[in-house]
């Protein structure tokens, strides 16, 4: 009997095990040389905790709030799509898990489960991941659905114009389950003799002519916050505050999307010091470790979002995998927050890191 998982990346290796091939590969994998996949992870082994000592940490608060939703840690689930490749009860048991851990659960566009069979699933603080299709109405009645099942904040992700080459899935012939969400709105099958299905059903749907006017029409069909997932430049982050959203995920889609753009640790500050402190900042992209949701508190995040951490646990033990996944990183951000002098997420500043072209000027 394989031992006991002791920490997020053991559990790759659990999900590894038991999965086919072809669901791995999907789960795990990124846009083409998968640069910025790895990067993602390598990134924050860059950057260096500066601990203060002689500081009281008797008790340690993690708690804090998004959206003005208080959560246990800054520590979300990010929308992670079919989720029932990696396990029958998919985005359920998830969902459930969220709610154990008093964390807020996004849920994907592309999710397994529908938004009703999540809702019904357990009461909990979600949020609704959300693509623009080129034929509106369906993602207008997706938006409705999650307004009616209690979604507290829609998630638009911007980056994805078009799907990105993701050649794992090619070479497998990626073979997508049907989804549930759209049936009786579009049409959930596309044949592909050219490779990954998954491809060929995105790039005949997303619309790529979603541009920053269109933030105005999704408003106007929706009371909930938005918050735009994707940016990755101050450029983009100052426009997203122009046009009035409630907040920004900086993010490179888990490295799936545009190869060698940035891995997001390393643009975070760029992204928040832009806002300005106007909307909330979160942000996803190789969290690994409590050190990694420390760093990224210190460079100005509000809270991580973590994904295929998730599906590794979900993969490996189901719901209580995936509440295990989370403990794990809240424990380890608990023990370094009490090592670097931190006992509450309000005390944890920028002064706490030094980034590797800090260390290097430094040595000049």
Known sequence: MAPEPVNVNEFRELAREVLPKMYYDFHTGGAEDEYTLKQNIQA????????????????????????????????????????????????????????????????????????????????????????????????????????????????????????????????????????????????????????????????????????????????????????????????DARKAVEVGVDGIVVSNHGGRQLDYSPPTISVLEEVVQAVRGRVPVLFDGGVRRGTDVFKALALGAQAVLIGRPVIYGLAAMGETGVKKVIEMLKNELELTMALSGCPSIKDISRSHVRMEHERLQSML
């Open 44 to 235: 924050f082994q860059r950057i260096m905790l500066r601990p203060r000592v002689l500081v009281d940490v008797s008790k340690i608060d993690m708690s804090t709030t998004v959206l003005g939703y208080k959560i246990s840690a800054p520590i979300m689930i990010a929308p992670t799509s079919r989720q029932q490749l990696a396990h029958p009860e998919g985005e359920v048991a998830t969902a459930r898990a969220a709610a154990a851990s008093n964390t807020i659960m996004v849920m994907s566009f592309s999710s397994s489960c529908t938004v009703e069979e999540v809702a019904s699933s357990c009461n909990a603080v979600r949020f609704f991941q959300l693509y623009i299709f080129k034929r509106r109405d369906v993602s207008a009645q997706l938006v409705r659905r999650a307004e009616r099942s209690r979604f507290k904040a829609i998630v638009l992700t911007v980056d994805n114009p078009r799907i990105g080459r993701r050649e794992a899935d090619i070479k497998n012939k990626m073979i997508s389950p049907r989804l549930k969400n759209f049936e009786g709105l579009i049409s959930v099958e596309v044949d592909s003799d050219k490779g990954s299905n998954l491809e060929a059903y995105a790039n005949s749907t997303l619309d790529d002519s979603l541009c920053w006017e269109d933030i105005s029409w999704l408003k106007s069909i929706t009371k909930l916050p938005i918050l735009i997932k994707g940016v990755l430049i101050h450029e």
